[in-house]
Nanobody
Framework: QVQLVESGGGLVQAGGSLRLSCAAS????????MGWFRQAPGKEREFVAA????????NYLGSVKGRFTISRDNAKNTVYLQMNTLKPEDTAVYYC???????????????????WGQGTLVTVSS
């Protein structure tokens, strides 16, 4: 099973940018659909973005569409989340996730995925 480690979180002012990275162990990274979730203080975890095996297919939470971009580098076993024009409401712990099934599967809405990272905190100040 793949293991995931996120990095790149931090404190940024509103309007700024951050790029999160998620490094995966194992030689089967390219066979996993990848995604990002987030959990803000006092709120439930929510889906943010997902990407297909080759990187061609992507989908996003409506409120981040046009501001966030998910990408992957299968040669480096890494998935990224480029976050631009950040808003205070983007403040959350961001989690990387991996699954054998695509994000259209109900597993993604239930959060029942194969692997999760430990999370990285993103704080956006106003």
């Amino acid at each position: 099973q793949v293991q995931l480690v996120e990095s790149g979180g931090g404190l940024v002012q509103a309007g700024g940018s951050l790029r999160l990275s998620c490094a995966a162990s194992g030689r089967t990274f390219s066979s996993y659909f990848m995604g990002w979730f987030r959990q803000a203080p006092g709120k439930e975890r929510e889906f943010v973005a997902a990407i297909g095996l080759s990187g061609t297919f992507t989908n996003y939470l409506g409120s981040v569409k046009g501001r966030f971009t998910i990408s992957r580098d299968n040669a480096k076993n890494t998935v990224y989340l480029q976050m631009n024009t950040l808003k205070p409401e983007d403040t959350a712990v961001y989690y990387c996730a991996a699954d054998r099934f695509p994000s259209t599967d109900s597993r993604w809405s239930r959060g029942a995925l194969d692997a999760w990272g430990q999370g990285t905190l993103v704080t956006v100040s106003s």
